[in-house]
């Protein structure tokens, strides 16, 4: 069946990454900004222009891919077998990079990638949940693969690669600095001098850098051959300023301990190879200076959001891996753990538990969302419209709507420091609103713009309450 080891591992991961993530493929909503991303992706679909028509303080990357997954396929279903098959492709290329790094040792390069997948299919908000993380993070591995080659066209391409990454999310800078900074290092290790090494690194850096800016240069130009530059401008500048918090040492050190004791073992394996002398000096050293830059891209933006640790994932998986070496050095118990006939039961042991307890969390609970999605679909008229208010803008796609404003997102109108960032005229959108009378509104509570919600007691009757939660009222 399998030709090669590396067709075997591939296939090892993608049924890895799929069983562990198969019950999260299920409910319309694991998280508010995957369905920002839908239905933002989906109006793109239908001719709509990110930042003018629709708005949103992310980079323009991350609706790009969404919008190919649903060109393809208009399914929440497929778009999150498409993440797990993401994972697995990551999981692949970090494989691939090991073995470049340490050919004789296929076993650490295998376990490298199978510790990734389970770092990013465990816990909901940690990776299991589709974000930007998991998407960039396939970038960057790909970039390393890339990087390792040595050759210089590959460092442009792996460049590219980090470009594409980048406007996903900016943060992929620091993986490249880390890349760059990994790549000068080794040249002085190997014995290069260091003039020679300064003049190969700027050369290298900066065919890579170019390959990095040319997806941000096509973005910047398509807004500006489209008339909507300003805007895209304001997104891409302005708004990430005013968006960012006061730096909090504290909660980033909390933020940084929950993650490292949430994957125990596998952050107790990262630090034990780290800090264990007869582990290879350079692969520790790269490790090292990985880990470093991605602590600083996670905690850079002072926000206590799991999902930004997804991408200290691959330097935690790349080091981790070693552990399980054929020729590492552990510790006794360690040894017998790892025997196969304590080990494989174990491990099985594991999978089977993360699988029952995705099932409950993702699987088992009522799907709301869906559910009032059905109640609409068997009412809406193809003349009648829609407006979310502050429940799950998913139903948007799950009822093939369009948003009547440009925030897409259920809290830009309603949080005071979105307001802010993308200085929103929240008159303006509550006129367009009432102005607009959407046949449909949906809330759950109460709306948070009094306004609005005097609007909706006076014009709009209740017609049916969703799990006790969603309330759907209809124009009178």
């Known amino acids: 069946m399998f030709t090669t080891n590396y067709q075997k591992v591939l296939f090892v991961l993608v049924a890895l990454s799929v069983v562990l993530r198969f019950f999260s493929f299920f409910p319309s909503v694991m998280d508010h900004d995957e369905s920002t991303y839908l239905v933002i992706a989906n109006e793109m679909l239908h001719h709509k222009t990110l930042y003018t028509d629709l708005i949103d303080i992310k980079p323009p990357g991350i609706f790009l891919l969404y919008a190919l997954q649903l060109w393809l396929v208009k399914s929440v279903f497929f778009t999150r077998l498409v993440t797990a098959l993401v994972v697995a492709a990551t999981a692949y290329c970090l494989y691939i990079a090991k073995r470049q790094q340490t050919p004789n040792n296929s076993q650490s390069a295998f376990t490298t990638g199978v510790i990734y997948v389970f770092l990013c299919s465990t816990f909901t908000f940690y990776g299991v949940s589709p974000n930007t993380e998991l998407y960039f993070n ?175 994932m691959l330097p935690t998986a790349y080091l981790a891996g070693s552990f399980f070496a054929a020729d590492a050095v552990r510790p006794k118990w360690a040894n017998v753990v790892l025997q196969k006939n304590i080990g494989y039961p174990l491990l099985a042991l594991i999978i089977g538990i993360i699988v029952y307890l995705q099932k409950h969390d993702c699987y088992d609970k009522p799907d709301i969302p869906q559910q009032t999605a059905n109640y609409l679909n068997a009412h809406l008229q193809p003349t009648e419209t829609l407006y979310t208010g502050n429940t799950q803008h998913i139903v948007y796609l799950l009822t093939n709507q369009r948003s009547p404003i440009a925030y897409v997102h259920r809290n830009l109108i309603f949080d005071k420091k979105h307001i802010r960032s993308i200085a929103i005229d929240t008159t303006a959108q509550i006129n367009r609103l009432i102005a607009l009378q959407p046949t449909y509104i949906l809330q759950q509570d109460t709306l948070p713009n009094k306004r609005l919600q005097q609007f909706v007691q006076q014009q709009y009757t209740l017609v049916q309450t969703i799990d006790n939660k969603v309330q759907i009222f209809r124009r009178k």
């Open 138 to 312: 396939a970038f960057t591995a790909l970039a390393l693969v890339l990087f390792n080659k040595q050759r210089l066209v590959y460092y442009f391409f792996g460049g590219l690669m980090m470009g594409i990454g980048f406007i996903i999310k900016y943060m992929v800078l620091l993986d490249f600095t880390a890349f760059m900074l990994w790549a000068f290092v080794a040249m002085l290790l190997a014995g290069v001098s260091l003039p020679k090494a300064i003049g190969q690194i700027f050369v290298r850096a900066s065919l890579a850098f170019v390959g990095l800016l040319l997806p941000l240069a096509a973005c910047h130009l398509y807004y500006y051959l489209t008339n909507n530059f300003d805007a895209y401008y304001f997104i891409t500048y302005i708004a990430p300023k005013r968006y960012a918090n006061t730096w909090q040492p504290l909660h980033m050190a909390q933020l940084i301990g929950d993650y490292y004791l949430r994957f125990l073992p596998i952050s107790f394996f990262f630090f034990y190879t780290l800090f264990q002398s007869k582990s290879p000096k350079n692969e520790r050293l790269f490790a090292l200076i990985w880990t470093f830059l991605s602590l600083i891209a996670v905690t850079l933006p002072s926000n206590r959001f799991g999902h930004y640790t997804i991408q200290l």
